[in-house]
């Protein structure tokens, strides 16, 4: 089985600034992706970056990015110039994908509150 | 136009109460699953249908029913509801691969 833990639960930054949030994962696949998703107040599930397990290159989208580290089990997302927008909880999700479907593991997510 | 929309968006009803929450996507996608969110926010699969088919089931109880018309719908029927079944349930659909997942808006179920 496979597990996902994100440390933080609670994080804030100054608008402007850059922040990082943590997370781990657990699993004796080889083949996997790994996702960031978002969830505003407003409830929605926004995809923010997603990266491929076999690419070393890290994903980068605009002000997000990511710092995947395969052999620690590690993929941080880094924020640049953070903005009031962000604020929101930040959910670190594996996907594996075989005979039983395509199947979604979150950690338990990081609020994050970007501060004026 | 709304990717995967779900109905209602609200739902407040009593315990022992039957109730259901429709979802339809319009991306062409062949899988739909349902998660629910628990009151700290930890999200959760239930099920996963492809081609109209159940793919996974994770321990979710019998009186929990999903059911596939076909590929574009996924609703969800729940029997009896009980207290620890207040959360917000969310439907999300997927091409087959490993391809990302789009999430409805969610519909937050509270149980009086």
């Known amino acids: 089985a496979q597990t996902v833990t994100q440390s933080q639960p609670e994080m804030s930054v100054q608008e402007a600034e850059t922040v990082t949030l943590s997370c781990t994962y657990d699993?004796?696949?080889?083949?996997?992706?790994l996702f960031w998703y978002k969830q505003p107040p407003s409830r929605q599930m926004i995809l923010v970056i997603r990266?491929?397990?076999?690419?070393?290159q890290n994903a980068t989208e605009n002000r997000f990015s990511v710092n995947f580290q395969k052999a620690a089990k590690s993929f941080s997302l880094k924020i640049s110039d953070s903005q009031l927008g962000d604020t929101a909880m930040y959910f670190c999700?594996?996907?594996?994908?075989?005979?039983?479907?395509?199947?979604?593991?979150f950690g338990g997510g990081t609020r994050l509150m970007v501060k004026p | 136009d709304t990717a995967v929309s779900q109905t209602p968006k609200y739902l407040v009803t009593q315990m022992g109460n039957d109730k259901s929450i429709k979802c339809e996507q319009n991306?062409?996608?062949?899988?739909m699953y349902w998660y629910k969110q628990d009151s700290k926010k930890f999200l959760k699969i239930m099920f996963s249908?492809?081609?109209?088919?159940?793919?996974i089931n994770e321990t979710v109880p019998n009186r929990f029913s999903p059911k596939s018309p076909d590929k574009a719908h996924l609703n969800l029927h729940i029997n009896s509801l009980e207290l620890g079944d207040s959360a917000v349930y969310f439907c999300?659909?997927?091409?087959?691969?490993?391809?990302?997942?789009?999430f409805g808006d969610g519909t937050r179920l509270s149980i009086l």
């Open positions: 991306l062409g996608h062949d899988t």
């Open positions: 990266q491929e397990a076999y690419k070393q």
């Open positions: 999700a594996f996907m594996i994908f075989n005979n039983a479907g395509n199947m979604l593991t």
């Open positions: 249908y492809n081609n109209k088919e159940l793919i």
């Open positions: 699993t004796s696949e080889n083949n996997y992706y």
């Open positions: 999300a659909s997927s091409p087959t691969g490993y391809q990302p997942q789009h």
